[in-house]
C-alpha cells in the first residue's frame, strides 16, 4: 500500500499547508522523476490539474477552494514548472442555468483570477478535443473518449474536496474520476453506467499520478453534494493513490468507507481494508455530519430515473442568481422554494427524517413505475452497460474445456426425461430447475450459421438486458472458442419486479465447438455481482436436419434468488402451486429465446429495452408542473423570517446564528415540522404525477423497434 499524508491548517494560514503536504508527500521527487522518464526539462513538462468546480456561489463549500488552487499554481511555478493547467468538465447544469462552458463558471466562481504570485490560470475544458483512450475490451468505458488533455498530460494531478454526498455517501479524489467524462455526471456514471465501475475503468486505464484533498474546510451535511455546509474539518490530504487517500478520509469522518461505491470498487470487497502508511492525524474530525442510510439509499434509486433526479438536481442547490441566473422562471421558483426545504430539514433529526421519508416515497414511486414498464412495455427499460467485472488471470484454458465436462451430463439427464404436454422437458435438480427444448426452424443450417453468431448465443435469451463479453481464444478462422461473459436480465418471472425481484446477473465462462453439421455453445456461471444467481448455465446446439435445416436445442440449469416474500411463501412445499408457474415461466422463456433467435437471423434488434440516449432529458418542464404544487405548498408552509447576518472571525471563518424558533413555537422544530409534514402529505400525489409524467415522456420519446418514434 502507498502512504498518505495529513497536514493540519486553516484558510488563514495561506499556502503554508499545502506547501507543506507536497513536500511530506513526495510531489517534488515524483515530478522530477518523471522528467527523467520523458527526458524533459522541467519548463516542458505537461502538467494538468484536475480540479472540482462546483456549487453556485462562490462562497460555497462544494468545490476545491480556489484560493488552494492558487497557492498550488504558485508553488509549482516557483519550482520551474511553466506548463501547468487546471481542467474541469461541463457537469449539465449549463442547461438549465446561464452559463456556457466549463470555463465560463470556473471563471465566475474565481478559478481564473490571478493568483498572489501574480500568474494567470489557464484553464482547459475537459470536453475538447475527446480522442480514443485505452480502455479493455471489458470496460464499461469501452470505445468511450477522453480529453486529449488529460491522455497526453506528462503528469496528471486531481485536487478535490472533502465532503459528504448524498448519492455515494462521502467523496474524495475518487469522485472526480467519473467527470472526466464530460456531461452530466450522475447520469453518465450513475444511471447510464455504474459509478464503481466507471472509477475503476478509469484507475486501471489513466490514473492520477498524484491526489491532493482540500478538507481544510470540508462541505458535510445530509446534502454534501448539492447545499453549502462548511465545517472547519482543518487538514490537507495527500498521496499518490487515490483509494488509499480517500480511505483515511473515509475513515476520519466515522462513516462506513464501503458506503462509497466508488471507493468499495476501488478498494476491493473481499474482506480485506487497505493500510497505507498514515503520516498525520487519523482521529476522528469533531462535528461531521454525514447522510442518514436512508437517505443516500432514497437518492442513489433516484439516480437511474433520469427525469427525475435532472429535476431534483435543478431543484435543490444554492445559486447566487446574480452569477448563475435561471434559464426558466418556473425552476428559479422552485428551486428557491425546495431548496429552502432542504435547508430546514438538514438542520434537524426531525427534519432529516421527514425529507428522507419524502424521498424514499418519491423512490419508491419511481421504481413501482418501472416494475409496471417492466411488466407492460419492455421496450422503456433500458438496456444496462456493465464491465466484465472477472478477473480472466485466474482461469486457465483447461478452466474453460471444463465448462462442457459440466454440461453434457445434464444434457443427458435432458434427454432422459419425457417431454410434457407442451413438448418441453423440466425437473428440479438440488433446488434448481433442469430445462430442455427443441425446435426445427425453416432456415436452411449453412444460411443461418452465417448469419447467427453463436458467440452471441446467450444474449438471445429470453429478456437479456446488457452485458459485457471478451474473446480469450480464437481458431484458426478467427472464430471465438474460449471467453467470458457477464449478462444481465430482467428479473424472472417478471412479476418478481413488483416484489423487489433482483435483475439476474452473472457471470459466465463460455465454450464453443464447430463441426461441418453441428456447433455448440456452453456456459457456466462463475460469480453472480448482486446475488441474484446460483445456477445460470446451459447451452445452445444448432444442428443440420437431413432436409438442410436448423434443429435449436436449449438446454438450462437455472435457480434465481427470490425476493423475501417469495422466500417466505416456500412454494418448494406446494408443488401444485410452483409447477404451473414452472411450467409457464419456461414455455415462455422457449417461445421468446427462439423468436430472438429469428430476429437475429433476419437482422433486427432482439434486445430487450432500449439503449440509453448519449445525454439525458433537455427539459424538465412537465415534472417541474407536478412538483409545482408541492412548491407551493412548501413556501405557504416554511417560517417567515430574516436571513440571519454572518459574523466573520480572526480566522476567516463566518458564522452564522440560528433563526430560533416563532413565538410560542417551543423546541424551535414545529414550523419545521409543519413544513415538511405538508410536504410528505403531498408526497404520493408527487410520486403519482411524477411516475405518470416519466411514462409518458419515455413514450413519446422513444423510438419503436422500427425506429419510429412515439411523439406524433
Same mark, same amino acid.
Given at each position: 500500500?502507498?502512504?498518505?499524508?495529513?497536514?493540519?491548517? !486553516?484558510?488563514?494560514?495561506?499556502?503554508?499547508?499545502?506547501?507543506?503536504?507536497?513536500?511530506?508527500?513526495?510531489?517534488?521527487?515524483?515530478?522530477?522523476?518523471?522528467?527523467?522518464?520523458?527526458?524533459?526539462?522541467?519548463?516542458?513538462?505537461?502538467?494538468?490539474?484536475?480540479?472540482?468546480?462546483?456549487?453556485?456561489?462562490?462562497?460555497?463549500?462544494?468545490?476545491?477552494?480556489?484560493?488552494?488552487?492558487?497557492?498550488?499554481?504558485?508553488?509549482?511555478?516557483?519550482?520551474?514548472?511553466?506548463?501547468?493547467?487546471?481542467?474541469?468538465?461541463?457537469?449539465?447544469?449549463?442547461?438549465?442555468?446561464?452559463?456556457?462552458?466549463?470555463?465560463?463558471?470556473?471563471?465566475?466562481?474565481?478559478?481564473?483570477?490571478?493568483? #498572489?504570485?501574480?500568474?494567470?490560470?489557464?484553464?482547459?475544458?475537459?470536453?475538447?478535443?475527446? !480522442?480514443?483512450?485505452?480502455?479493455?475490451?471489458?470496460?464499461?468505458?469501452?470505445?468511450?473518449?477522453?480529453?486529449?488533455?488529460?491522455?497526453?498530460?506528462?503528469?496528471?494531478?486531481?485536487?478535490?474536496?472533502?465532503?459528504?454526498?448524498?448519492?455515494?455517501?462521502?467523496?474524495?479524489?475518487?469522485?472526480?474520476? #467519473?467527470?472526466?467524462?464530460?456531461?452530466?455526471?450522475?447520469?453518465?456514471?450513475?444511471?447510464?453506467?455504474?459509478?464503481?465501475?466507471?472509477?475503476?475503468?478509469?484507475?486501471?486505464?489513466?490514473?492520477?499520478?498524484?491526489?491532493?484533498?482540500?478538507?481544510?474546510?470540508?462541505?458535510?451535511?445530509?446534502?454534501?453534494?448539492?447545499?453549502?455546509?462548511?465545517? %472547519?474539518?482543518?487538514?490537507?490530504?495527500?498521496?499518490?493513490?487515490?483509494?488509499?487517500?480517500?480511505?483515511?478520509?473515509?475513515?476520519?469522518?466515522?462513516?462506513?468507507?464501503?458506503?462509497?461505491?466508488?471507493?468499495?470498487?476501488?478498494?476491493?470487497?473481499?474482506?480485506?481494508?487497505?493500510?497505507?502508511?498514515?503520516?498525520?492525524?487519523?482521529?476522528?474530525?469533531?462535528?461531521?455530519?454525514?447522510?442518514?442510510?436512508?437517505?443516500?439509499?432514497?437518492?442513489?434509486?433516484?439516480?437511474?430515473?433520469?427525469?427525475?433526479?435532472?429535476?431534483?438536481?435543478?431543484?435543490? #442547490?444554492?445559486?447566487?442568481?446574480?452569477?448563475?441566473?435561471?434559464?426558466?422562471?418556473?425552476?428559479? &421558483?422552485?428551486?428557491?422554494?425546495?431548496?429552502?426545504?432542504?435547508?430546514?430539514?438538514?438542520?434537524?433529526?426531525?427534519?432529516?427524517?421527514?425529507?428522507?421519508?419524502?424521498?424514499?416515497?418519491?423512490?419508491?414511486?419511481?421504481?413501482?413505475? $418501472?416494475?409496471?414498464?417492466?411488466?407492460?412495455?419492455?421496450?422503456?427499460?433500458?438496456?444496462?452497460?456493465?464491465?466484465?467485472?472477472?478477473?480472466?488471470?485466474?482461469?486457465?484454458?483447461?478452466?474453460?474445456?471444463?465448462?462442457?465436462?459440466?454440461?453434457?451430463?445434464?444434457?443427458?439427464?435432458?434427454?432422459?426425461?419425457?417431454?410434457?404436454?407442451?413438448?418441453?422437458?423440466?425437473?428440479?435438480?438440488?433446488?434448481?430447475?433442469?430445462?430442455?427444448?427443441?425446435?426445427?426452424?425453416?432456415?436452411?443450417?449453412?444460411?443461418?450459421?452465417?448469419?447467427?453468431?453463436?458467440?452471441?448465443?446467450?444474449?438471445?435469451?429470453? %429478456?437479456?438486458?446488457?452485458?459485457?463479453?471478451?474473446?480469450?481464444?480464437?481458431?484458426?478462422?478467427?472464430?471465438? &472458442?474460449?471467453?467470458?461473459?457477464?449478462?444481465?436480465?430482467?428479473?424472472?418471472?417478471?412479476?418478481?419486479?413488483?416484489?423487489?425481484?433482483?435483475?439476474?446477473?452473472?457471470?459466465?465462462?463460455?465454450?464453443?465447438?464447430?463441426?461441418?453439421?453441428?456447433?455448440?455453445?456452453?456456459?457456466?456461471?462463475?460469480?453472480?455481482?448482486?446475488?441474484?444467481?446460483?445456477?445460470?448455465?446451459?447451452?445452445?446446439?444448432?444442428?443440420?436436419?437431413?432436409?438442410?435445416?436448423? %434443429?435449436?436445442?436449449?438446454? !438450462?440449469?437455472?435457480?434465481?434468488?427470490?425476493?423475501?416474500?417469495? $422466500?417466505?411463501?416456500?412454494?418448494?412445499?406446494?408443488?401444485?402451486?410452483?409447477?404451473?408457474?414452472?411450467?409457464?415461466?419456461?414455455?415462455?422463456?422457449?417461445?421468446?429465446?427462439?423468436?430472438?433467435?429469428?430476429?437475429?437471423?433476419?437482422?433486427?434488434?432482439?434486445?430487450?429495452?432500449? #439503449?440509453?440516449? $448519449?445525454?439525458?432529458?433537455?427539459?424538465?418542464?412537465?415534472?417541474?408542473?407536478?412538483?409545482?404544487?408541492?412548491?407551493?405548498?412548501?413556501?405557504?408552509?416554511?417560517?417567515?423570517?430574516?436571513?440571519?447576518?454572518?459574523?466573520?472571525?480572526?480566522?476567516?471563518?463566518?458564522?452564522? %446564528?440560528?433563526?430560533?424558533?416563532?413565538?410560542?413555537?417551543?423546541?424551535?422544530?414545529?414550523?419545521?415540522?409543519?413544513?415538511?409534514?405538508?410536504?410528505?402529505?403531498?408526497?404520493?400525489?408527487?410520486?403519482?404525477?411524477?411516475?405518470?409524467?416519466?411514462?409518458?415522456?419515455?413514450?413519446?420519446?422513444?423510438?419503436?423497434?422500427?425506429?419510429?418514434?412515439?411523439?406524433?
Amino acid at each position: 500500500m502507498g502512504r498518505v499524508v495529513v497536514v493540519p491548517g !486553516a484558510p488563514s494560514d495561506g499556502g503554508a499547508p499545502l506547501a507543506r503536504v507536497a513536500e511530506a508527500a513526495g510531489l517534488w521527487p515524483a515530478l522530477e522523476r518523471r522528467c527523467a522518464e520523458r527526458h524533459q526539462p522541467a519548463a516542458d513538462l505537461p502538467i494538468l490539474i484536475k480540479i472540482c468546480v462546483a456549487g453556485f456561489a462562490a462562497d460555497d463549500a462544494l468545490g476545491t477552494s480556489p484560493q488552494l488552487v492558487h497557492h498550488l499554481l504558485d508553488l509549482l511555478h516557483g519550482r520551474g514548472y511553466r506548463r501547468v493547467a487546471i481542467a474541469d468538465g461541463p457537469d449539465g447544469t449549463e442547461r438549465w442555468l446561464h452559463h456556457r462552458s466549463a470555463r465560463e463558471r470556473a471563471g465566475r466562481l474565481g478559478y481564473l483570477d490571478a493568483t #498572489p504570485g501574480g500568474l494567470t490560470p489557464t484553464f482547459v475544458d475537459l470536453s475538447d478535443a475527446p !480522442a480514443p483512450a485505452p480502455f479493455d475490451a471489458g470496460s464499461v468505458l469501452h470505445g468511450a473518449e477522453l480529453s486529449r488533455h488529460w491522455l497526453d498530460a506528462g503528469f496528471r494531478i486531481v485536487f478535490a474536496k472533502h465532503r459528504t454526498d448524498e448519492i455515494h455517501g462521502f467523496a474524495g479524489t475518487l469522485d472526480a474520476l #467519473p467527470e472526466l467524462i464530460a456531461g452530466d455526471r450522475a447520469y453518465h456514471a450513475g444511471a447510464r453506467r455504474d459509478p464503481g465501475e466507471v472509477c475503476t475503468s478509469l484507475l486501471q486505464a489513466t490514473p492520477p499520478d498524484f491526489c491532493l484533498l482540500d478538507g481544510l474546510v470540508a462541505n458535510h451535511g445530509s446534502f454534501g453534494r448539492t447545499l453549502s455546509n462548511p465545517l %472547519e474539518a482543518e487538514s490537507l490530504y495527500a498521496g499518490a493513490g487515490a483509494a488509499e487517500v480517500d480511505w483515511v478520509a473515509a475513515v476520519r469522518t466515522g462513516m462506513d468507507p464501503f458506503r462509497s461505491p466508488l471507493l468499495a470498487a476501488a478498494v476491493g470487497r473481499d474482506g480485506a481494508v487497505p493500510s497505507p502508511e498514515v503520516d498525520g492525524d487519523l482521529g476522528p474530525i469533531r462535528g461531521w455530519r454525514g447522510p442518514s442510510p436512508a437517505l443516500q439509499d432514497a437518492v442513489r434509486r433516484l439516480v437511474p430515473h433520469a427525469a427525475v433526479f435532472q429535476l431534483v438536481q435543478q431543484v435543490l #442547490p444554492r445559486v447566487d442568481r446574480a452569477l448563475f441566473p435561471f434559464r426558466d422562471r418556473a425552476m428559479d &421558483v422552485a428551486s428557491s422554494s425546495l431548496g429552502s426545504a432542504l435547508l430546514w430539514a438538514d438542520a434537524s433529526s426531525v427534519g432529516q427524517a421527514a425529507a428522507s421519508g419524502l424521498l424514499q416515497q418519491l423512490a419508491a414511486a419511481c421504481d413501482v413505475g $418501472e416494475a409496471l414498464d417492466l411488466l407492460g412495455a419492455r421496450k422503456l427499460v433500458r438496456q444496462r452497460q456493465v464491465s466484465l467485472e472477472l478477473d480472466l488471470s485466474r482461469y486457465r484454458p483447461e478452466d474453460f474445456e471444463a465448462v462442457a465436462g459440466y454440461l453434457e451430463p445434464l444434457e443427458a439427464l435432458v434427454d432422459a426425461m419425457p417431454p410434457r404436454e407442451d413438448g418441453l422437458r423440466w425437473r428440479m435438480i438440488d433446488g434448481s430447475v433442469l430445462f430442455g427444448g427443441a425446435q426445427v426452424l425453416d432456415a436452411p443450417y449453412d444460411k443461418f450459421v452465417r448469419r447467427v453468431d453463436l458467440g452471441r448465443a446467450v444474449e438471445v435469451m429470453n %429478456e437479456f438486458s446488457g452485458g459485457r463479453r471478451v474473446v480469450v481464444k480464437q481458431d484458426e478462422e478467427g472464430r471465438p &472458442v474460449h471467453q467470458a461473459e457477464r449478462t444481465t436480465f430482467l428479473p424472472q418471472p417478471n412479476f418478481l419486479a413488483l416484489s423487489g425481484g433482483k435483475p439476474i446477473d452473472v457471470c459466465k465462462l463460455e465454450l464453443l465447438r464447430y463441426g461441418p453439421d453441428a456447433r455448440v455453445i456452453f456456459w457456466r456461471t462463475v460469480d453472480s455481482a448482486n446475488g441474484s444467481a446460483a445456477f445460470d448455465d446451459g447451452s445452445v446446439r444448432l444442428s443440420r436436419t437431413e432436409d438442410g435445416r436448423t %434443429e435449436v436445442r436449449i438446454v !438450462a440449469r437455472q435457480r434465481f434468488s427470490l425476493p423475501p416474500l417469495w $422466500e417466505a411463501a416456500r412454494l418448494d412445499l406446494n408443488p401444485l402451486v410452483k409447477d404451473p408457474i414452472v411450467a409457464w415461466s419456461y414455455r415462455r422463456y422457449f417461445r421468446n429465446t427462439l423468436t430472438n433467435l429469428e430476429r437475429m437471423y433476419c437482422g433486427q434488434p432482439f434486445l430487450a429495452g432500449q #439503449p440509453w440516449p $448519449e445525454e439525458p432529458p433537455e427539459d424538465a418542464a412537465r415534472l417541474l408542473e407536478s412538483a409545482g404544487k408541492v412548491t407551493e405548498r412548501v413556501r405557504a408552509s416554511l417560517p417567515v423570517t430574516a436571513a440571519p447576518k454572518p459574523v466573520e472571525d480572526d480566522r476567516g471563518f463566518r458564522h452564522f %446564528e440560528g433563526n430560533g424558533a416563532a413565538e410560542g413555537t417551543g423546541n424551535g422544530e414545529r414550523p419545521l415540522v409543519r413544513a415538511l409534514g405538508s410536504l410528505a402529505a403531498s408526497a404520493i400525489g408527487l410520486a403519482t404525477e411524477v411516475v405518470r409524467a416519466v411514462r409518458h415522456d419515455l413514450e413519446a420519446g422513444r423510438p419503436d423497434r422500427n425506429g419510429r418514434s412515439g411523439r406524433s
